[in-house]
């Protein structure tokens, strides 16, 4: 049964993958630029520094990552008040209408998924992902040792 599961699970995520590029594509985004643009918008403030640890990428990454969010009008960038070495990051205009979108269709996906589900049902679904991806995070960091 655990290896009809992991291959449930492995659908589900590439069907969603494929959702994924598909709907950013369509709006001029990668996944790495949506990711970025998802971090910065959950916060009222953040560096370069901090987006970098959030993505788990290189300072150098989100530097590259940030000049393409700029050029598109997502992003821009302004000196930090008290640290004249770091540099935030702010949503522009276009950044939070776009990154409105996607919550809101995050949050249509996620209706139409779990519609019918009791909560009790969800609730245990929810837990049972947290458990496999505990135990998924700990197999990766065990074999990369």
């Known amino acids: 049964m655990g290896e009809t599961a992991l291959s449930r699970l492995f659908l589900v995520t590439v069907i969603l993958a494929d959702d994924m590029k598909r709907g950013l594509e369509s709006r001029g985004l990668t996944r790495a630029r949506a990711f970025a643009l998802w971090e910065i918008s959950h916060r009222d403030a953040i560096t370069q520094r901090e987006l970098a640890d959030a993505l788990k990428v290189t300072p150098r990454n989100?530097?590259?990552?940030?000049?393409?969010?700029?050029?598109?009008?997502?992003?821009?960038?302004?000196?930090?008040?008290?640290?004249?070495?770091?540099?935030?990051?702010?949503?522009?205009?276009?950044?939070?209408?776009?990154?409105?979108?996607?919550?809101?269709?995050?949050?249509?996906?996620?209706?139409?998924?779990?519609?019918?589900?009791?909560?009790?049902?969800?609730?245990?679904?929810?837990e049972t992902l947290d458990l496999v991806i505990g135990r998924l995070e700990r197999l990766i960091a065990e074999a990369s040792t």
């Open 62 to 126: 989100v530097t590259t990552l940030i000049d393409g969010l700029e050029k598109t009008g997502f992003v821009k960038r302004r000196d930090h008040p008290n640290d004249r070495r770091a540099i935030l990051l702010d949503l522009t205009s276009s950044g939070k209408e776009i990154t409105d979108r996607l919550k809101r269709e995050t949050q249509e996906l996620a209706k139409a998924l779990f519609a019918g589900l009791s909560p009790a049902k969800l609730e245990e679904f929810v």
